[in-house]
């Protein structure tokens, strides 16, 4: 069965700290995705990588950052994190012709 | 500006009635519409549209997509406490691989 794996599923921490979230799919897919949702503001997307080492802009990227160094595992870095990045992470991968495969999600709380 | 849309934002709804869930999208170079459940944490996959006309069917949900109206519906019948969740729909373009959410109708199923 295909996996996309989250690192973690709940998250606490504190302002100013720099967090990382680590996605790990065995499907060898190529695109990945990383998306925050909100009540009433639906999915998210703040980065996306369609290869090792390349990245894109999302939609909401700001204080956000984003690794790809291998294949299988992408990774979004709050590099300082604030109160306003209290949400649930959700990370997703696809091959771009079927569908996407979500993680279960992270919740992070920063206090 | 590509767009998804959802109605309604939420309903409520005793067991064993009839549902029907509305998506319509603006997006230029559409590949297909997809809907997703989302109970508690990560949204899981339901169907893929990209023929209009065509209805995809699994058990007591069926959806269809109309290319021309540029709208879509999810249709659930007989429904049970355990169809109350987040019903996501998204919209996938040609041209850069990535999808689009609605915000999601919250359905809840009372017994």
């Known amino acids: 069965d295909v996996k996309v794996t989250q690192s973690s599923r709940y998250l606490v921490k504190r302002t100013g700290e720099k967090v990382f979230l680590e996605c790990v799919q065995d499907m060898d897919h190529e695109n990945m995705f990383w998306y925050r949702q909100d009540p009433g503001l639906g999915l998210r997307l703040i980065y996306f990588s369609y290869d090792v080492k390349m990245k894109e802009k999302g939609d909401i990227p700001e204080g956000y950052s984003v690794s790809r160094e291998k294949k299988e595992r992408f990774s979004l870095i709050l590099e300082s994190a604030s109160t306003n990045q209290t949400s649930m992470y959700l990370c997703a991968s696809t091959t771009g012709s079927y569908g996407y495969t979500f993680g279960s999600g992270t919740r992070l709380t920063v206090v | 500006e590509d767009k998804v849309v959802q109605s309604p934002l939420s309903l409520v709804v005793h067991e064993g009635d009839t549902v029907t869930l509305n998506c319509s999208y603006e997006v230029t170079n559409f590949r297909s519409l997809l809907w997703y459940k989302q109970e508690k944490k990560a949204p899981t996959f339901l169907f893929m549209l990209?023929?209009?006309?065509i209805e995809k069917k699994s058990g007591r949900l069926s959806s269809i997509l109309d290319k021309k109206e540029l709208f879509s519906i999810l249709n659930i019948t007989a429904t049970q406490t355990g169809d109350s969740a987040i019903y996501l729909c998204a919209v996938e373009n040609n041209r850069d691989d990535k999808i689009i959410f609605g915000k999601g109708t919250r359905l809840h199923i009372l017994p």
């Open positions: 990209t023929s209009s006309g």
